[in-house]
C-alpha cells in the first residue's frame, strides 16, 4: 500500500506539472488571458520517499497569505537516532497550514496536524502507536532555482500533549516538543 502511495503521489506531481505547462502554453498564445490573484504550489520532503516513506503538499498563495495542506508517511526515519533503547518514526498524517510571507520568500506559519507515531524498542522490536495532534509555528524561505522550481528549508516546533505507553515492558515518554528542520523542493505554477 505504501508503495502505491508513493507512486500516486509522484503520478500526481507529474500530472499537475503537466496541466500547468499546456495551460500556460495555451495562455500565452491567448490574448485574453488574464493574470490569477491566486499563486498554486506543490511541495514535498522528498528525502521520505528515500526512507520508503512519502510526502506531499498542496497550497496556494494570495497576495502575502499562503495556506497548505499535506500528507505523509515518515518511513523508518528515526525522530530519536541519540536513543539507545527507542527508534520513533513518523507514521501516517495529515495537516492544515497558514502562513505569512513577511518579506520576500520568507514567511512564517502555525500548522495543526494529525499524525502518529511508532515507537520500536531496539532490542526486542515491540513497538507502540502514539497519535498526536501536533501544532505550532515554523519559519521558512524559499530559494528559487529553474525559474518556478523552489528549495525551501524551514524549521519548525512541534507542539503536543506528553504521553506515556509501555514498550516491551519498558516506560516511554513521548516529549511535548521536538524542533524539526526540514527541507523542501517545490514548484510554483
Known amino acids: 500500500?505504501?508503495?502505491?502511495?508513493?507512486?500516486?503521489?509522484?503520478?500526481?506531481v507529474l500530472l499537475i506539472g503537466l496541466i500547468h505547462l499546456f495551460a500556460s502554453t495555451a495562455s500565452a498564445t491567448s490574448p485574453e488571458s488574464a493574470q490569477s490573484p491566486?499563486?498554486?504550489?506543490?511541495?514535498?520532503?522528498?528525502?521520505?520517499?528515500?526512507?520508503d516513506g512519502y510526502h506531499i503538499a498542496a497550497g496556494v498563495r494570495?497576495?502575502?497569505i499562503r495556506v497548505r495542506a499535506s500528507c505523509i508517511d515518515g518511513g523508518y526515519y528515526d525522530?530519536?537516532?541519540?536513543?539507545?533503547?527507542?527508534?520513533r518514526n513518523l507514521g501516517t498524517?495529515?495537516?492544515?497550514?497558514?502562513?505569512?510571507?513577511?518579506?520576500?520568500?520568507?514567511?512564517?506559519?502555525?500548522?495543526v496536524e494529525a499524525q502518529n507515531y511508532i515507537v520500536h524498542d531496539r532490542d526486542t522490536r515491540a513497538s507502540e502507536r502514539f497519535d498526536?495532534?501536533?501544532?505550532?509555528?515554523?519559519?521558512?524561505?524559499?530559494?528559487?532555482?529553474?525559474?518556478?522550481v523552489y528549495l525551501q528549508p524551514a524549521?519548525?516546533?512541534y507542539w503536543?500533549?506528553?504521553?506515556?505507553?509501555?514498550?516491551?515492558?519498558?516506560?516511554?515518554t513521548l516529549r511535548n516538543i521536538d524542533v524539526s528542520p526540514t527541507v523542501r523542493v517545490g514548484y510554483r505554477f
Open 38 to 51: 491566486f499563486i498554486y504550489e506543490i511541495e514535498s520532503l522528498f528525502p521520505m520517499y528515500f526512507m
Open 1 to 12: 500500500m505504501k508503495h502505491q502511495l508513493q507512486r500516486i503521489s509522484i503520478n500526481i
Open 62 to 64: 494570495w497576495k502575502d
Open 160 to 172: 503536543r500533549k506528553k504521553q506515556e505507553k509501555y514498550v516491551a515492558g519498558i516506560k516511554y
Open 79 to 87: 525522530y530519536e537516532p541519540n536513543n539507545q533503547r527507542f527508534e
Open 132 to 148: 498526536v495532534i501536533d501544532i505550532g509555528p515554523g519559519l521558512g524561505y524559499q530559494y528559487f532555482f529553474f525559474s518556478n
Open 155 to 157: 524549521i519548525h516546533l
Open 93 to 111: 498524517g495529515c495537516g492544515l497550514f497558514l502562513g505569512y510571507y513577511l518579506w520576500k520568500n520568507l514567511h512564517a506559519y502555525v500548522y
